[in-house]
């Protein structure tokens, strides 16, 4: 289970409302509990560095990858995982998530038509990214 409190939320939803009609992403970083609960308390919009179409694609800039992961350091927290939005799409987790996920990371996927929030969903891929498991997600 992935909890994503409130205003790590609104980050995740407005960059997503932003970059529509392309794809955005971002990494999420929080605590994970004893009993495997994640808490999301910061969501860090990255840049998409995809070079081909962005309205299906994303590529986490490598630099605001590595900026995500030392500010969680700097707070005594861990990268849980990543976002990323589909455009015009649900929020489901397509073969090209899948292929290109890190293993048990959790993985959001906004749904944003035309240009407002519709929908979310949480998944982890297991460790030979041949499927993804969805996770239950609270915001």
Same mark, same amino acid.
């Given at each position: 289970m992935i909890r994503i409190e409130s =205003?790590?939320?609104?980050?995740?939803?407005?960059?997503?409302?932003?970059a529509f009609p392309k794809e955005c992403c971002g990494v999420m970083i929080g605590a994970e509990a004893d009993d495997g609960k994640r808490q999301v308390t910061h969501a860090i919009?990255?840049?998409n560095a995809y070079e081909g179409d962005q309205k299906d694609r994303f590529l986490i800039d490598p630099k605001d990858q590595l900026a995500a992961d030392r500010k969680a350091r700097e707070l005594g927290l861990t990268v849980l995982g990543f976002f990323h939005s589909h455009p015009n799409e649900g929020s489901y987790f397509s073969a090209?998530? +899948?292929?290109n996920s890190w293993p048990w990371y959790s993985n959001v996927? +906004?749904?944003?038509?035309?240009?407002?929030?519709?929908e979310a969903k949480s998944f982890i891929a297991n460790d030979d990214q041949t499927?993804?498991?969805?996770?239950? +997600? =609270?915001?």
């Open positions: =205003e790590a939320w609104q980050a995740m939803v407005e960059h997503a409302k932003r919009p990255c840049r090209t998530d +899948l292929k996927v +906004l749904s944003i038509r035309d240009g407002e929030f519709k499927a993804a498991d969805p996770e239950e +997600l =609270e915001f």
